[in-house]
């Protein structure tokens, strides 16, 4: 087993205007025992490490979409993620390739939740959108709520 049972990962790149959507909601979480919180960029292979060994994983991240500020909570344990919600990583694949690589190991905890934010701007150096700063708190919030659930569990 991983360090921690539980595993929250704020995925994201902070100087992408709304990329950075999982690494701030992430930030506003409190330390609890028995849960990692950690920040990644969202490339599969590191993602995979991440998750391997866990009894639960949340992941959070930004997603592409029509309706910025919009929230997905997605079962990715129980069936693979939609095509096409998430761009890529700069290193060629991203959280939905990292999910499907620990399923296909054995290596997906049979407790994971994936969060999708939409976003509005990915640009480099641009600001966060006002709709994915409006739904930062209620992120966090929700992200709370399944991580109480999740430390009851192991």
Known sequence: ???APVVVIGVGN?????????VLAVRRLAPRPGVEIREQSGEATALLEALRGRAAALVVDAALGAEPGRLH????????????????SSHG???AEGIELARALGAL???CVVYALEGDCF???A????????????LAED?????????KRT
């Not at 902070?14 to 999982?22: F, K």
């Not at 709709?131 to 930062?136: I, P, Y």
């Not at 992200?143 to 430390?151: A, G, P, Q």
Request: proline letters at 10%; a neutral charge; glycine letters at 8%.
């Open 1 to 3: 087993m991983a360090s």
């Open 143 to 151: 992200i709370t709520k399944d991580i109480e659930k999740c430390t």
């Open 14 to 22: 902070t100087m992408r205007a709304d990329d950075a959507a999982g």
């Open 93 to 95: 694949f991203g959280v």
């Open 127 to 138: 600001p966060l959108s006002d709709a994915v700063a409006r739904a930062l708190p209620r």
């Open 73 to 88: 909570r997605l079962d990715a344990a129980a069936r693979p993620l939609p095509q096409g919600l998430f761009g890529v």
């Open 123 to 125: 640009d480099t150096g």
């Open 109 to 111: 905890p049979p407790v």
